[in-house]
């Protein structure tokens, strides 16, 4: 099995497991939170997206990628993190632009997941990516993917719905 191979399955089954994990869990809970305790709760995954910020270090070390891509991916999370970060912060005071700021780190993240795995496929990463590098595209990128997804069905769904519970 080649090195893309395994890392796409590997992927391919994270999706799967993560999956099960919020229609099974994760949904169910989600219902019986306010909205902005369901929020919180799924942005705090996008919190530790720093941790891209280990591609430095990785190309470093064997990853093969371009500077620019390099810097995309980096500056991207940076942001998507510190956007996070602002939404939890909103939403635990209840301040009016915490939807906003959900709704930017939603859209950053779309924009920056897409960018990120174009630019990995194009320049294919997986061929080259080991460790610490090898876990984030194929763990935790599956995991902000499916998040995501619950973050917008969260803000579409409970659109009408306050920040403060009655």
Same mark, same amino acid.
């Given at each position: 099995?080649?090195?893309?191979?395994?890392?796409?399955?590997?992927?391919?089954?994270?999706?799967?497991?993560?999956?099960? &994990?919020?229609?099974?869990?994760?949904?169910?809970?989600?219902?019986?939170?306010?909205?902005?305790?369901?929020?919180?709760?799924?942005?705090?995954?996008?919190?530790?997206?720093?941790?891209?910020?280990?591609?430095?270090?990785?190309?470093?070390?064997?990853?093969?990628?371009?500077?620019?891509?390099?810097? #995309?991916?980096? &500056?991207?999370?940076?942001?998507?993190?510190?956007?996070?970060?602002?939404?939890?912060?909103?939403?635990?005071?209840?301040?009016?632009?915490? &939807?906003?700021?959900?709704?930017?780190?939603?859209? #950053?993240?779309?924009?920056?997941?897409?960018?990120?795995?174009?630019?990995?496929?194009?320049?294919?990463?997986? #061929?080259?990516?080991?460790?610490?590098?090898?876990?984030?595209?194929?763990?935790?990128?599956?995991?902000?993917?499916?998040?995501?997804?619950?973050?917008?069905?969260?803000?579409?769904?409970?659109?009408?719905?306050?920040?403060?519970?009655?």
């Amino acid at each position: 099995m080649t090195y893309t191979v395994a890392a796409g399955l590997a992927s391919l089954l994270s999706f799967v497991a993560f999956g099960l &994990i919020a229609g099974w869990y994760v949904v169910p809970w989600l219902r019986t939170q306010g909205r902005a305790e369901a929020l919180v709760a799924l942005i705090w995954v996008h919190a530790f997206r720093h941790i891209a910020l280990q591609i430095f270090s990785a190309q470093k070390f064997g990853l093969v990628v371009s500077d620019r891509v390099r810097d #995309e991916i980096a &500056i991207g999370d940076v942001v998507g993190m510190l956007l996070a970060i602002a939404a939890i912060v909103a939403l635990r005071h209840r301040a009016r632009m915490a &939807i906003v700021l959900v709704w930017a780190l939603a859209l #950053e993240t779309f924009a920056d997941l897409a960018n990120s795995t174009a630019a990995g496929v194009r320049e294919g990463l997986f #061929e080259t990516a080991s460790g610490v590098t090898w876990m984030i595209l194929t763990f935790y990128v599956p995991v902000l993917w499916i998040s995501l997804l619950l973050i917008v069905w969260q803000l579409l769904h409970r659109r009408n719905e306050p920040l403060k519970r009655a």
